[in-house]
């Protein structure tokens, strides 16, 4: 995909974000926030027999933050505690695919940090 | 305005291939160079370059001479009485640091500073330092139009304010605050008046005997000159009383293991081999801008803030908001504003619809972004001033600020962007 396509794949999923909206009953729930730019989401999730049942998060701020929870949320779906935990940074901005500048990196990691935080519960770093 | 077509061609960035199109609207960060001032620190780096004030060598002489030449010249710039009261030093944060490190000493619990919520973090956090003294910092309103509020700034200056402290210009919200006048007030309290500069002097004419502040600071880099080099102009008997900054070579007189004496006013606050280059090259940049004229630089981007209200209200870009005076007097080039606006988020409420919150606001991060791929340079976020966005009930901004290279033709393209942009956004949804 060229420079284009991909802005539009971003914009794609920041105007219809998937996995939109709060898990009920979660088993986890955490707040990331960026007081310099006002950036915000809550992930919430439901794990059961080691396994992401439901992902779902709501948040603020700017396209490349919103759109990089939505990516996350279905990359992590389904997905069992291990598999969540092998995912690094480098592959999530990865699969953001277009180049960021040190600022906007921290935009789109601040839902991957979140996920990161959950996992602390269950054994990751 | 065929004239600052011209002005422009004398900045070297603007001929690069990779720049031809470039709108730099980014000057309250930091300006570009014209040709002149890179040309004048060549020229001392490929001629006269040895430390100054010390080496008995005629190369050595002469730069300590084109150095001191450089003080006169800036001295002159801001009408003050004397060289001796212009020090030498990094930038506006350096200048404010040693004011509160060397003012802060005679302070005691109790006492107070005031300052202004629109003040730059240069202008709080030196200050703050003093609070674990007991010394208080008191912050001056502003309007709901986003002037200083005047009534609260006389009724936040009592007895105890021993240092008022305020910015000529505010880079977020453009302001030009009426210094003269809050000088006088404070002097008639018994307080010390200090003006930060840094966004007025590179911008306007500014004359320390006019405003009739004890001390001013402001930065080269902001002002086409170098970074790295900044001025404290100080009132001659206070830079005598005061206690130096940093100690090292050149503040001193005499060293012994029983103690040190200093150097007289301004070398005893200029520890260390100073930026050489840096002043001789602010030398230079004054030169350009009085060739140029304070008054026509202030004229000119009256001008182009003038013509971005009038563009805003004319292209009634839905969702826009932006901040600051509407009048072009009362007001230096500098445009912040909001697509939508992000207010800071309230922990306790947050996402009460348990949903996205986005609604039609385009973040600033994003506003600067798609500028910039249209190449249009913006500068996106707190800009150094986080209580006055607080104040204002948001986390960000983007800011176009102005210079002599910017013409009307900048200010046309920020808003056909901007227009674009709304559609991208709005687009889908
Ligand atoms: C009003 C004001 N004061 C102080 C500063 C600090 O200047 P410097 O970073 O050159 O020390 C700035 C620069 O952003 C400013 O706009």
């Known amino acids: 995909m060229d420079d284009e396509e991909q802005m539009e794949f971003i914009m794609e999923h920041y105007r219809h974000p998937h996995n939109s909206g709060v898990v009920e009953n979660p088993t986890d729930e955490i707040t990331e926030y960026n007081p310099v730019c006002g950036d915000a989401v809550k992930v919430s999730m439901l794990i059961k027999d080691n396994r992401v049942q439901d992902i779902r998060f709501v ?21 069992n505690i ?31 940090n979140a996920l990161k935080k959950i996992l602390v519960k269950y054994g990751g770093e | 305005m ?8 004398d900045f070297p960035i603007f001929h690069s291939e990779k720049n031809r199109n470039l709108t730099y609207l980014d000057s309250a960060a930091t300006s570009q160079k014209p040709k002149k001032v890179i040309d004048a620190v060549t020229y001392f780096y490929e001629n006269y370059y040895s430390n100054v004030h010390r080496g008995i060598y005629s190369l050595s002489e002469i730069a300590t001479d084109m150095y001191e030449k450089a003080r006169e010249n800036v001295s002159s710039f801001i009408g003050s009485a004397s060289p001796e009261q212009v020090v030498f030093l990094r930038n506006t944060t350096e200048a404010l640091n040693l004011l509160s490190y060397t003012l802060g000493r005679d302070l005691v619990a109790g006492d107070e500073v005031l300052i202004s919520i629109m003040e730059h973090h ?48 505010s880079n977020l919200l453009g302001t030009i605050n009426p210094v003269r006048v809050m000088g006088k007030m404070a002097h008639d309290n ?18 320390v005997r006019d405003i009739g502040c004890d001390f001013l600071a402001f930065s080269g880099h902001k002002m086409l000159g170098p970074s790295g080099i900044g001025v404290l102009y100080g009132k001659q008997e206070m830079l005598e009383e005061m206690h130096p900054f940093l100690g090292g070579g050149e503040m001193i007189r005499t060293v012994s293991t029983s103690g040190s004496t200093w150097n007289d006013v301004p070398l005893k606050f200029e520890a260390g081999t100073p930026n050489m280059e840096g002043a001789i090259g602010l030398s230079a940049a004054v030169d350009y801008l009085d060739e140029i004229g304070m008054d026509q630089v202030r004229d000119h981007e009256m001008d182009l803030i003038h013509y971005t209200l009038k563009l805003e209200e004319e292209y009634n870009i839905d969702d826009l908001v932006s901040y600051g005076p509407r009048n072009p007097d009362a007001r230096g080039g500098v ?95």
């Not at chain 2, 065929?2 to 061609?9: S, T």
């Open chain 2, 190 to 207: 018994g307080s010390i008046f200090i003006v930060d500069g840094a966004q007025s002097v590179p911008h306007m004419k500014v004359d």
């Open chain 2, 122 to 169: 240069s202008n709080i956090v030196p200050w703050q330092f003093l609070e674990e003294r007991g010394i208080k910092v008191s912050y001056t309103d502003i309007t709901e139009e986003g002037k200083l509020d005047m009534e609260d700034f006389s009724r936040k200056l009592t007895p105890r304010t021993r240092i008022v402290s305020m910015t000529q210009v």
């Open chain 1, 59 to 79: 948040g603020r701020g700017c396209s490349i933050s919103q759109a990089s929870a939505s990516i996350l949320t279905d990359e992590a779906r389904g997905k």
């Open chain 1, 82 to 112: 291990e598999e969540l935990k092998k995912i690094t940074e480098k592959e999530h901005l990865d699969s953001i695919g277009i180049k960021l500048g040190p600022s906007r990196e921290k935009c789109a990691l601040l839902s991957f």
């Open chain 2, 335 to 429: 445009y912040s504003f909001n697509m939508g606006e992000i207010p800071p988020m309230d922990m306790d409420s947050q996402f009460r619809d348990n949903g996205m919150v986005i609604g039609s606001s385009v973040h600033p991060h994003d506003v600067s972004s798609s500028l910039d791929e249209a190449d249009v340079a913006v500068r996106s976020g707190h800009h150094c001033a986080m209580p006055l966005n607080h104040r204002l009930g948001v986390v960000a901004t983007s800011r176009a600020s102005y210079y002599i290279y910017n013409t009307r033709n900048d200010v046309e393209k920020l808003f056909d962007q901007l227009e674009k942009i709304r559609k991208v956004y709005d687009h889908g949804r």
């Open chain 2, 2 to 9: 065929a004239q600052w077509e011209k002005i422009k061609q």
